[in-house]
């Protein structure tokens, strides 16, 4: 059974529809990255998984259950995490106080501060650390351990990679790998074409609210995600 089913999800911004009906699932321990150009509907897509954006029509499924009609932070109680853009940390607050945060604001399991530094052992010497002083790389570890506080199935992440150093998202990229083999299921949008077609279990690239493909990466090619991200099939000229 997928962890994460979404089935026709169509979300609007005003008379603007940003999301057409957009079905993915996304399976334990499984990572899906979703591409797309800017304003392809991608974090709309994911407001409106975690039920910060309410959709207009479609479904949201969690280990089975539907939680379409579930707010925000009732979806998250149910075991379902979102990094946002930006990640969101209180920079005056050290590594541990934002890490704490994860757990009051989402439902309780066995993740405690100490668990996460054995699985992130990076993070452990940043402990007194303010988020405001870390890298890019560092803080979105700690966004990632920030959710795991709250005992998370699935974790949704918009933009992983966006103004991070080629370093720094080489260290996200190991905390999330690591999530991933937890059996968690992840959901990530990313800008970066060539390192989601090298870390992704699956691909779907959304145009214009649409997905214009879908495919693993065995089955598909920088070419073809890049033509899909301007609406295009590969070899199509514009
Ligand atoms: N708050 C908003 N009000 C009005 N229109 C919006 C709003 N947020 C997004 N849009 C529009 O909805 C469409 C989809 O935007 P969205 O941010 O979901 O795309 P995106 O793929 O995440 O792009 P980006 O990479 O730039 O964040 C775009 O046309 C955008 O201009």
Request: glycine letters at 10%; aromatic letters at 4%; charged letters at 20%.
């Amino acid at each position: 059974m997928s962890t994460l089913d979404i089935r026709d999800l169509q979300a609007s911004h005003g008379q603007l529809r940003a999301v057409h009906g957009v079905s993915l699932s996304v399976k334990p321990g499984e990572m899906l990255f979703v591409l797309g150009a800017n304003g392809a509907g991608k974090t709309t897509l994911l407001r409106s998984i975690a039920g910060d954006h309410r959709a207009e029509a479609g479904s949201v499924r969690l280990s089975g259950v539907d939680i379409t009609g579930l707010a925000a932070h009732h979806r998250a109680r149910s075991g379902l995490a979102l990094v946002p853009e930006g990640r969101r940390l209180f920079p005056n607050m050290t590594v541990r106080e934002n890490l704490a945060l994860g757990r009051s604001t989402s439902r309780e399991g066995p993740w405690t501060i100490e668990a996460i530094y054995e699985a992130f052992p990076n993070l452990a010497k940043l402990d007194h650390a303010p988020a405001g002083k870390l890298s890019g790389g560092e803080q979105q570890a700690v966004a990632i351990g920030r959710a795991l506080m709250g005992d998370p199935v699935a974790i949704i992440l918009d933009e992983v990679s966006l103004g991070l150093s080629p370093a720094a998202v080489d260290f996200a990229y190991d905390a999330l790998k690591r999530v991933r083999d937890m059996g968690i299921a992840l959901l990530v949008v990313e800008q970066d074409l060539n390192r989601a077609l090298h870390t992704a279990d699956d691909l779907m690239v959304m145009c214009e609210g649409h997905v214009t493909l879908h495919a693993t990466p065995a089955r598909t090619s920088l070419n073809a995600l890049a033509a899909a991200s301007f609406g295009h099939d590969e070899g199509e000229t514009a």
